[in-house]
């Protein structure tokens, strides 16, 4: 079963800081790699989508990679500012339907 | 532009008590679509998902149904709620397999 692991569970950082979110995941046979926010009692929001056969999306201030052989992924978000505190989520696609999600990274931009 | 549209918000049922919950996506024909539940501690897990009208396909076995009546519509029903029933429910569309997961606000459950 694929398993999928984010790392730190929490961040805090200073309002300018770049900063680099960690998602790994056991088998590397997947469909894609999606990244997600989400704010408080809301919904998710979609932030980058990678195909398997990629390595890396960007959009704006943020930039995902992805290395399938070492199973990992990360997110980076370039001159982070309050609006960015959010729980940001890591989805492997295990088929062309399912999603395997972690359990997200909480991070806090302070002013 | 497509839009999801999912209610309630917010819903307290007693044990026993049966569900639905609707979703309707705009903007679209024939989306996939997905329900998908977050309980605390836990992360996202998909329930059902549907590739069109009457085609259901369950991911999890349990006291949870759904169906699709309609190319837009997607509702997740129970006929008795368990306490383990409670939790964040989400409603999802994609334009296709293997693309962009597109989700609504959710419906907090909460059964006493």
């Known amino acids: 079963k694929q398993e999928v692991t984010q790392i730190p569970a929490a961040l805090s950082v200073p309002e300018g800081e770049n900063l680099v979110l960690n998602c790994s995941f056991t088998?590397?046979?997947?469909?894609?790699l999606q990244w997600f926010r989400q704010d408080p009692g809301k919904g998710l929001t979609s932030l980058l989508l990678?195909?398997?056969?990629?390595r890396e999306q960007t959009s704006g201030r943020l930039n995902a990679s992805l290395d399938k052989s070492s199973g990992r992924s990360t997110l980076y978000i370039a001159a982070s500012q309050p609006g960015d505190s959010a729980t940001y989520l890591c989805?492997?696609?295990?088929?062309?339907?399912?999603?395997?999600f972690g359990k997200g990274t909480s991070l806090l931009v302070t002013p | 532009s497509q839009t999801i549209h999912q209610w309630p918000a917010t819903l307290v049922q007693p044990v026993g008590s049966p569900l639905s919950l609707e979703c309707t996506v705009e903007?679209?024909?024939?989306?996939?679509l997905y329900w998908y539940r977050q309980a605390a501690g836990r992360g996202l897990q998909l329930l059902f998902y549907?590739?069109?009208?009457?085609?259901i396909s369950s991911e999890v076995p349990q006291n949870l149904s759904a169906s699709r009546p309609q190319d837009r519509q997607f509702i997740l029903s129970s006929k008795k709620l368990l306490l383990s029933d409670s939790g964040f429910y989400l409603c999802?569309?994609?334009?296709?397999?293997?693309?962009?997961?597109?989700f609504g606000s959710g419906t907090q459950l909460s059964v006493l």
């Open positions: 999802a569309w994609s334009e296709q397999s293997n693309e962009k997961l597109f």
């Open positions: 088998d590397s046979a997947i469909y894609n």
């Open positions: 990678i195909q398997s056969s990629q």
């Open positions: 989805a492997v696609g295990v088929s062309g339907y399912a999603l395997n």
């Open positions: 903007g679209t024909s024939n989306p996939n």
């Open positions: 549907s590739v069109g009208i009457g085609q």
